[in-house]
């Protein structure tokens, strides 16, 4: 049965139990049918058989009594001739087997033949007797008929005639109504059974109907669905079903659809989380790849010079050894350096409160504050925006930012007249974009993604060990926000841009794509004319 | 004195070394090394990938041949500022009119990664840089052995 498929076998299901009905109620019917044409056919039997015996019972009765006054001068008169005489001419106009005439006691004097065969014998039986009405009796025998009649006349009995007749005339015409009533009866029974077949053929139509409209309203699209769900479990999760059908097939179908569609996205969720694994793993490598080579460069240097230092000291060489010594010493700085700035980037990582609310100038202020000798030292000014939100985020690690972003500034300032930084804001599409720009030397396009990265600096020459702008990203990153760098070119000055998230609402910071508008300032706008200039954006410092 | 007789044989051609190399302490170190063992030897240095690629190209400030000669051995350090050292590699050994300088890693790193990305990159060779004098001193007299005095170059 499970090799017919669902279509074909719902159809078996369903129109069996049709089928046995139909035959079962056709059964009933018959019977029924059969039963009541046999009670009406007996009634008519009844009614006929009735009704005809009484009309041929009185003409019997009626001749059995014409005959027993023709016969009693006769009998009377013993005149067996003319009895017979009498016999032969009855015999012409009645049909009888047998015509016996008795004396009053019952013994047979003639039966009306020439032989006398039956002559004195003593006839059996009931008589008829006076109290007989009009003196004749009906013996029934088989399918003979005795009649049994007085021949008197007045109060004088001379004797008694019995008749056998073949068959009751009215046995006959019953026969040919039972003949009928038998022919109507298979005719009946024909169109009944002819019914049934009809019935049984009409119930198999109905059963191959719902075959088709159930293979086609539940089969199909359950067929469609074990497809649909067995390409979803080999991995095509983007496979929908078309809910059609029943309204719990449709359901079914918007089911399969709906968890397709969730495995899709929870695929996408892990995929993007073994992505963002993956990636994380990478940059665990890469910074350990990192961190090790170059806590390796200095210490090779303080190795290596050490042992200059002995050759040179050998060589009582002190103007070298002097030299060495402070290669030497400046490497050991360097790596203390590298270490603490290591310590201070783990840390970044862990942002204490990054929902509290502070105001923005305040973290920027404090920041330059921080700085202020250094940047004093070099006449860096610095111009902090009016107007600056407030913002969410840890206070201490925004002014880890700003310190970084204001030191990183100031050092490609170096060397320019009147080094000037900006720290602003503006509000777009991508939410809040706070920015830190200089007139610095700016960043050629192909290492604006470099800056970010651990240990990258741009200028050997310079101070630094490259973890500053990799601690910015990581805190950041931290609060949900991008940093990126524009800038076009050499000579041309750097904005850092970052996203943050203002106080009291807006959605994730997050969402802010790099690359957007806070350097489409001034020169910018020959370069690329399709970035429209954000509205109150401070022109950069020439 | 066999190794200064072969050194000073090749001497006859000036032979260029071009180094590549950020740590201004570790550029030092070789320039050191390299006079000790091999005086004749030109010896010019960058400070990053970018000043590689500029010189070995004749670009900007390395305009000038007589200053900038092409180097017979390149000493190339990985981690550098702005173009790392793989990049500069990658560049000098994919179009045809660098390829036949010799490249030698000369790093502090001996992650398995960056060799074998180095020699994907078609690197002649591959040394870590020792982390101790003597030997600092044994490998640089060894590179200028095998590079001057043995290895025949175009």
């Not at chain 1, 009809?198 to 359950?222: F, K, N």
């Not at chain 1, 990581?474 to 850092?496: D, L, M, N």
């Not at chain 1, 429209?532 to 020439?542: D, K």
């Not at chain 2, 200053?67 to 000493?75: A, Q, Y």
Request: contains cysteine.
């Amino acid at each position: 049965v499970r090799r017919l498929g669902i279509g074909a076998r719902y159809a078996l299901y369903f129109s069996v139990p049709v089928l046995v009905v139909v035959v079962l109620a056709l059964l009933a019917a018959g019977l029924v049918a059969w039963r009541q044409a046999k009670a009406f056919r007996q009634e008519i039997d009844g009614v006929v058989l009735a009704a005809r015996s009484a009309d041929a019972e009185t003409a019997l009765r009626g001749t059995a009594v014409y005959l027993g006054n023709r016969l009693f001068n006769d009998l009377h008169r013993v005149d067996v001739e003319r009895l017979d005489e009498e016999i032969s001419k009855a015999k012409a106009w009645l049909h009888v087997k047998s015509f016996l005439v008795t004396d009053a006691k019952g013994t047979v004097l003639t039966d009306g033949t020439d032989g006398k065969s039956r002559f004195g014998e003593a006839l059996s039986g009931a008589l008829p007797r006076e109290a007989t009405p009009a003196g004749v009796l009906l013996v029934p025998r088989g399918d003979e008929t005795e009649v049994r009649f007085v021949i008197r006349s007045g109060e004088i009995v001379a004797g008694f005639g019995v008749v056998t007749i073949a068959e009751a005339p009215w046995q006959h015409s019953l026969r040919r109504l039972d003949a009928r009533t038998r022919d109507i009866w298979d005719g009946y029974r024909a169109s009944l059974l002819s019914l049934g077949g009809v019935g049984l053929l009409l119930a198999l139509l109905v059963g191959l109907v719902a075959s088709g409209i159930l293979s086609r309203s539940l089969a199909r699209p359950l067929m469609e669905m074990s497809h649909a769900a067995r390409e979803i479990a080999g991995g095509n999760l983007d496979y929908r079903v078309d809910p059609e059908g029943a309204e719990e097939v449709r359901d079914l179908a918007n089911a399969l659809n709906g968890m397709a569609r969730d495995l899709r996205s929870h695929e996408r969720a892990l995929q993007a989380e073994r992505a963002d694994l993956a990636r994380k793993n990478a940059e665990l490598e890469r910074f350990n790849h990192t961190v090790s080579h170059d806590l390796r460069s200095p210490l090779t240097t303080i190795r290596v010079f050490a042992g200059l230092l002995e050759k040179s000291f050998a060589a009582r060489d002190e103007e070298r050894f002097r030299s060495d010594l402070l290669r030497v010493l400046s490497a050991s700085d360097r790596m203390r350096e590298l270490l603490e700035d290591l310590l201070r980037l783990s840390r970044a990582g862990r942002v204490v409160d990054r929902a509290s609310e502070v105001e923005l100038a305040q973290v920027a202020r404090d920041a330059v504050e921080l700085l202020r000798g250094r940047l004093d030292e070099r006449g860096v000014r610095v111009e902090i925006a009016d107007g600056l939100p407030r913002v969410r985020g840890d206070r201490h690690r925004l002014i880890d930012v700003f310190q970084n972003l204001v030191e990183n500034a100031a050092k490609f300032t170096v060397g320019q007249a009147e080094p000037r930084i900006e720290i602003g804001a503006v509000t777009d599409a991508r939410g809040l974009v706070v920015f830190v720009r200089d007139n610095g030397r700016g960043i050629e396009r192909q290492h604006q993604d470099k800056v970010f990265d651990l240990f990258e600096k741009l200028d050997p020459g310079r101070e630094g060990t490259g973890v500053g702008l990799a601690l910015v990203k990581r805190i950041v990153e931290a609060h949900g926000g991008r940093v990126w760098v524009e800038s076009e070119g050499e000579g041309r000055g750097a904005t850092f841009c970052l996203t943050l998230l203002l106080a009291g609402g807006g959605g994730p910071a997050g969402s802010a794509q790099p690359g957007g508008a806070v350097a489409a300032a001034g020169a910018s706008a020959i370069d690329r004319p399709e970035r429209p200039r954000p509205p109150g954006l401070p022109v950069p410092p020439a | 004195m066999q190794q200064f007789r072969v050194a000073s044989q090749v001497a006859v051609r000036p032979f260029e070394v071009l180094l590549v190399e950020d740590d201004q302490d570790h550029a030092e170190l070789v320039r050191r090394c390299l006079q000790e063992h091999l005086p004749a030897a030109g010896l010019h240095h960058v400070s990053d990938g970018q000043q590689a690629l500029d010189y070995l190209h004749r670009r900007g400030s390395f305009a000038d041949p007589a200053r900038s000669p092409r180097p017979d051995l390149v000493l190339l350090d990985l981690r550098l500022p702005r173009v790392d050292g793989l990049t500069v590699l990658r560049q000098i050994k994919e179009p045809p009119e660098l390829r036949n300088v010799p490249v030698v890693v000369l790093t502090t790193s001996d992650a398995i990664p960056d060799v074998t990305a180095a020699y994907r990159a078609y690197v002649n060779s591959y040394l870590v840089k020792p982390m101790d004098f003597a030997r600092f001193d044994a490998l640089i007299r060894q590179i200028g052995l095998y590079w001057v005095g043995r290895n025949q170059h175009p």
